[in-house]
C-alpha cells in the first residue's frame, strides 16, 4: 500500500538526543516493508503540547494518512502521549488499542498498563504504540491485518 506515514517518537532522552531512537527505527523499518511510500519521522518532548502541535502538523498538512506514534503511554506523570492525542483527533477509533492491548498481554501482563488510543483527524489515522522496539513489532503486528483496509476506508474507497 502506497501511503505517506510518519513515526512520532516521544521521548525527552531521545529527543535531547542521549539515546537512540531504535523504536523509531524499528516502526520505520515495519512500515517500509508495509508498504508505506513515504515515512517521517519525528522526535518530541514528552510535553502535552509538543505531541499535539507535532499531531495537527502533521494531519493537516495532508499529505499524512497514518501516523504510529510510540513511547508517553504508560502510567508515569510525565507520559500524556494519550491526553495530546484525545486533543487533536476529531473520532475516536478504539479498536486498534483495545486489540494492542489485548495482544499485549499475552507477552507480559504490564501491557494492561497502557493508556494508549487511537483515532482519526481528517483523514488520518493516529495509533499510540509502546516505547519499547520488541512491543513496537508486537504491536505492529497486531493492526497489521486491518491497517490497508482502515486507510482505504477513510481514505473514501467505501467498504
Known amino acids: 500500500m502506497n501511503v505517506a506515514a510518519a513515526v512520532v517518537t516521544v521521548s525527552d532522552r ?3 538526543k542521549e539515546r537512540d531512537d531504535e523504536s523509531g527505527d524499528t516502526l520505520q523499518r515495519l512500515l517500509e516493508a508495509f508498504g508505506a ?3 517521517e519521522r519525528l522526535l518530541v518532548p514528552d510535553r502535552k503540547k509538543a505531541i ?4 495537527t502538523e502533521l494531519c493537516d498538512a ?4 497514518l501516523i504510529l506514534t510510540t513511547g508517553g503511554t504508560g502510567l508515569d506523570p510525565g507520559d500524556v502521549t494519550p491526553e495530546a ?3 487533536v483527533i476529531d473520532r475516536p477509533a478504539p479498536g486498534f488499542a483495545e486489540a494492542i492491548r489485548a495482544a499485549g498481554i499475552n507477552h507480559t501482563p504490564r501491557a494492561m498498563l497502557s493508556r494508549a488510543v487511537s483515532g482519526i483527524r481528517g483523514r488520518t489515522l493516529i495509533i499510540n504504540l509502546p516505547g519499547s522496539p520488541a512491543a513496537c513489532r508486537q504491536s505492529f503486528a497486531v493492526i497489521e491485518p486491518v491497517l490497508g483496509h482502515a486507510l482505504e476506508v477513510l ?4 467498504h
Open 52 to 55: 499535539a502541535g507535532a499531531l
Open 14 to 16: 531521545s529527543y535531547r
Open 62 to 65: 495532508g499529505e499524512i494518512r
Open 37 to 39: 511510500g513515504r515515512v
Open 155 to 158: 481514505g473514501g474507497s467505501g
Open 85 to 87: 492525542t484525545i486533543e
